[in-house]
């Protein structure tokens, strides 16, 4: 399974890390000259969570964003709370 949200659809996406050396113009130097650059990943916060998926309770890959957007639905702790559930709804 990929690092990917499900909601929301983010993954690792790629980039730079750049090394300077010098000193800044406003501090009274020449300015800052790039002397490295490496590459890195940006990894988003990615958890793992039981969530409400059509209906079923399901192991599924989501970002901490999507968790607090309010994009996760949690199942109920307890498989007896459903049928007391559905009993005051058709009461």
Do not use: H, W
């Amino acid at each position: 399974m990929p690092r990917e949200c499900a909601f929301t659809g983010r993954k690792t996406s790629f980039g730079r890390s750049l090394r300077y050396r010098g000193k800044a113009k406003y501090l009274g130097g020449v300015g800052k000259k790039i002397t490295g650059k490496t590459k890195r990943k940006f990894r988003p916060n990615i958890q793992n969570v039981t969530a409400l998926v059509d209906g079923k309770a399901q192991r599924i890959k989501v970002s901490t964003k999507a968790i607090r957007m309010g994009l996760v639905v949690k199942p109920l702790k307890r498989k007896y709370a459903y049928t007391n559930q559905q009993a005051a709804e058709s009461a």
